[in-house]
C-alpha cells in the first residue's frame, strides 16, 4: 500500500502556482525543464514547499529515524544542493514541516470554533469534530503531527509541548483545580489520538469522537455536563462522520 499524502496541507501553495507547474504534478508541480521563465522567488518557494511535503512523506513510510537527507530529496525531486540552500539538516526541515501543518491545522479548528457559536463547550466540541475529521482525511497528516514529532529531537519536542500547552489555555477548568487539571486532560485525549494513529487507524478517529468529547468534558463539567454537551451535538456528528470515514476508506482502498 503506498504512503497517503499530505496534497490538503499544500493546496494554497498549488492554487498560487502557475497552470503549467500544476498540471504536470497533482500535488505541488514538478517545475518545467529547461528555460521556463518562472520568476527565482517563485522556483525557491516551490522547492521549499515540496521538501516540507516530501520529508512528511518520506517519514510516513520509513519513520523518522530511518529517512534520510536522500529519502527527502528522492521524494522531492530535487538535488541535495537545492536541500542545503534551504535547510541545515533533516531535523530543521521537519520542524518547519510541523510547524506549517500545526498552524494549518489550527486555522480549521478556529473556523470550526467560530461557526460553533458563543457557548464554549460546543466550540470545544467542534474543534475536536474538526480535528478527528481532519486527521481521518489525512491520515499522514496525522502521522507527522502525533507520532513522527516525537523522534525527531528536542526542539521537534518542545514545540509539540508549547503547541498542547498553547491549546490547554483555552480549556475552562472548575474553581479550584489545580491547573495541572488542563495539560493532564488534554495530554490523556493526545495519547489516546497518538495509539490509534500509530495502528495506522486514523480513519477510525470521528467514530471515536463522542468518546473523546466525554473523556475532554468529564473533568470541566462532570458527568451530568459532560453527558449532556454530547447529547446536544451527537445528531449531527453522526451523520458528520459517516461521511468522513466513507471518504477515508475510500482514500485507503485506493492506496
Known amino acids: 500500500m503506498s504512503a497517503p499524502t499530505t496534497a490538503g496541507a499544500w493546496k494554497e501553495v ?4 502557475p497552470p503549467a507547474v500544476v498540471a504536470a504534478d497533482p500535488i505541488l508541480g514538478h517545475l518545467p525543464c529547461g528555460r521556463h521563465g518562472l520568476p527565482p522567488e517563485f522556483v525557491q ?9 516530501a520529508i512528511s512523506c518520506a517519514c510516513v513510510a520509513r ?3 530511518s529517512t534520510t537527507i536522500t529519502d527527502i530529496v528522492s521524494e ?3 538535488s541535495r544542493r537545492v536541500f542545503y540552500s534551504h535547510f541545515t539538516s533533516k531535523e530543521e526541515c521537519f520542524l518547519e514541516a510541523y510547524r506549517m501543518l500545526v498552524r494549518s491545522m489550527e486555522g480549521k479548528l478556529t473556523s470550526a470554533c467560530a461557526a460553533a457559536g ?13 480535528l478527528l475529521d481532519e486527521l481521518a482525511r489525512h ?4 502521522r507527522t503531527l502525533f507520532v513522527d514529532v516525537l523522534s525527531a529531537g528536542p526542539q521537534a519536542l518542545a514545540s509539540r509541548q508549547e ?4 491549546h490547554v489555555r483555552h480549556l475552562r477548568l472548575p474553581a479550584g483545580a489545580p491547573p495541572e487539571l488542563g495539560e493532564a486532560v488534554a ?3 493526545v495519547e489516546m489520538i497518538y495509539h490509534t494513529v500509530l495502528g495506522d487507524r486514523a480513519q477510525e478517529l470521528p467514530g471515536m469522537y463522542e468518546e473523546l468529547l466525554y473523556c475532554l468534558l468529564l473533568p470541566l463539567l462532570g458527568h451530568d455536563g459532560a453527558t449532556a454537551v454530547c447529547g446536544r451535538v451527537s445528531a449531527f456528528t453522526k451523520s458528520s462522520s459517516c461521511a468522513v470515514v466513507q471518504h477515508s476508506n475510500a482514500v485507503h482502498h485506493r492506496s
Open 45 to 53: 518557494a516551490h522547492q521549499r514547499e515540496r521538501l516540507l511535503h
Open 76 to 78: 522531492a525531486g530535487v
Open 118 to 130: 458563543p457557548a464554549w463547550p460546543e466550540r470545544l466540541a467542534a474543534a475536536l469534530r474538526e
Open 14 to 17: 498549488q492554487e498560487e502556482a
Open 163 to 166: 503547541t498542547l500547552r498553547r
Open 139 to 142: 491520515p499522514s497528516i496525522a
Open 63 to 65: 519513520g523518522y529515524p
Open 187 to 189: 495530554g490523556g485525549i
